[in-house]
């Protein structure tokens, strides 16, 4: 799974997150912030990059660890290379 960077967002994208988590995107790793529909928010929008067709059901059933894996600093995965 490719590595989430938030300066590359869009603002659809910004806009697509804030509108699934319900928070602003500056809150996000707010520790008050819903982890569960913050992760997924992210895990979408990465992922629809790849498949256009992935969903938020698809995104719902990603593992919590593979969510925070995704927002962890560090390289890409070469695959998406």
Do not use: W
């Not at 989430?4 to 928070?23: A, C, K, N, R, Y």
């Not at 498949?51 to 593979?66: H, L, N, Q, R």
């Amino acid at each position: 799974m490719a590595k989430f960077d938030f300066e590359s967002l869009t603002i659809e994208e910004v806009e697509t997150i804030e509108m699934i988590s319900g928070s602003p995107i500056d809150a996000l790793m707010d520790d008050t912030a819903l982890k569960g529909k913050s992760l997924k928010a992210v895990v979408f929008v990465v992922k629809k990059r790849e498949d256009e067709k992935y969903t938020i059901a698809d995104a719902g059933k990603v593992s919590f660890k593979e969510a925070m894996e995704l927002l962890q600093p560090g390289e890409a995965d070469p695959k998406e290379n």
